[in-house]
């Protein structure tokens, strides 16, 4: 069964005002659109469009609730939710660092605090649900600017190495402000270290060495902007920008530093990051596609006003160095690719058919349409163009800004027209 599903734009203060609605072809609320979700979170579950094919059912997750085993299917109908959540995202200015926790962290943290009587909307409440939230982001824009992982100690020492050789370009040098940092980058526990130190001293309006480290820091970037326009070539260029940019959205926050610990990258369309339980990560600019496992549970470090739980945080996060974690696609046909990140929760097909492959197809018999084939259910967005998806037991015309729910019962689904289309599914 194909049913179309809908939804309202979230209007986090990050969002874009129009890049959702230019992508889709909607029109702009007129206040920021951060997220479209697609899905059955109890946040904000997707609309169905015609209630009668549901059974009246006035959103997904309802539907879920009254027949688990028409919409999930036989392998996901115990469970009685869809595992995945399917997000268009947009962020105008930089989103808070955070980190999430694997599975096992995530139900026993569910179970202390239900037992602890913390009520689940508490903002200091950490676990939400007792489910993990691995994700993945496709960047829509031409580029797509994020924080994730941790650098190697080496490159953040060349990092405050161009900080000092910064600081002595000032009126009045004070490398002492960055030795706070440098005397703890040391050790096997160096970056775990580091970030409990900036953490647990730079919050709550603190006078001393942190806030002291932030506000040099914040000061040599800007130093390095006025040198680099005077025709000066200054190392870090991109890192020292991005600490303008987290300056002006989060004045004094010990998060700046800590983004210096981490990668910064810049994806272009079309690639991929997988960000697994551990990660700490931060989407800073940009238009995606997120999938993610479906539920509310984020430990935030930073770049936020928000609760930090610095206990659980600095057990929750993988403070292992590791280069930027790229997700390769499977290609499985020609226009196909699957994106198959190592998690049980989803997987995500890009479909991209150029409108003069579509007519090249078109002319010649015997040339298979553009396919997927689910063992779960699915839900698909039109980005652009329009095609014809055909399953097992019917068929629906879906054009740029439309989406679809797709029950497991159709089977190998087929995409005819051209445009682009993302299908979230279950492995």
């Not at 996901?76 to 962290?105: T, V, W, Y």
């Not at 000092?164 to 775990?192: F, I, K, Y």
């Not at 097909?349 to 689910?374: C, K, S, Y």
């Not at 839900?379 to 439309?402: D, K, N, W």
């Amino acid at each position: 069964m194909f049913v179309g599903i809908t939804n309202t734009p979230r209007d986090y203060a990050w969002g874009s005002p129009t890049a959702i609605a230019d992508l889709l072809g909607h029109v702009a609320s007129g206040g920021p659109e951060a997220e479209l979700w697609l899905g059955a979170h109890p946040g904000s579950p997707s609309v169905i469009t015609d209630p009668a094919l549901a059974g009246g059912a006035p959103d997904l997750a309802a539907w879920i609730d009254r027949d688990p085993a028409t919409a999930l299917g036989a392998k996901h109908a115990a469970g009685r939710r869809l595992p995945f959540l399917l997000k268009i995202l947009a962020a105008h200015s930089p989103l808070s660092l955070q980190a999430h926790p694997s599975p096992e962290r995530a139900a026993a943290g569910f179970a202390l605090e239900n037992a602890a009587g913390i009520p689940l909307d508490a903002a200091d409440r950490n676990y939400r649900d007792p489910f993990h939230k691995p994700e993945i982001i496709f960047a829509l824009s031409d580029t797509f600017q994020a924080l994730c992982g941790f650098r190697d100690p080496r490159q953040i020492r060349s990092i405050l190495a161009e900080l000092r050789a910064l600081d002595a370009t000032m009126d009045q040098p004070q490398p002492e402000a960055l030795s706070g940092l440098e005397n703890r980058l040391v050790g096997d526990d160096a970056l775990h270290d580091v970030v409990e130190w900036l953490l647990r001293d730079g919050r709550g309006g603190d006078t001393g060495e942190v806030s002291w480290l932030v506000e040099r820091v914040v000061a040599l970037a800007e130093q390095a902007a006025f040198l680099i326009e005077g025709g000066a070539q200054v190392s870090f260029a991109a890192e020292l920008a991005m600490v303008r940019s987290l300056s002006a959205a989060y004045p004094g926050d010990p998060g700046i530093v800590i983004s210096l610990l981490t990668n910064l990258v810049s994806l272009k369309r079309g690639e991929v990051l997988f960000l697994p339980a551990g990660n700490i990560h931060a989407y800073l600019s940009g238009l995606g596609v997120e999938v993610m496992a479906s539920s509310d549970n984020v430990l935030r470090g930073g770049l936020t006003p928000k609760h930090i739980d610095v206990d659980e945080l600095l057990d929750v996060l993988d403070f292992a160095p590791l280069p930027v974690p790229y997700l390769a696609p499977q290609l499985q046909a020609d226009g196909v690719a699957v994106y198959k990140p190592a998690v049980p929760d989803f997987e995500l097909a890009h479909i991209a058919v150029p409108a003069d492959a579509a007519a090249a197809d078109a002319g010649q018999a015997g040339v298979p349409m553009r396919q997927v084939t689910l063992t779960g259910p699915g839900i698909a967005i039109c980005t652009a163009g329009r095609f014809l998806v055909a399953g097992a037991t019917s068929s629906i015309s879906l054009a740029r800004g439309e989406s679809v729910y797709i029950t497991p019962d159709e089977g190998t689904v087929t995409f005819a027209g051209s445009g682009e289309v993302f299908l979230a599914t279950t492995p």
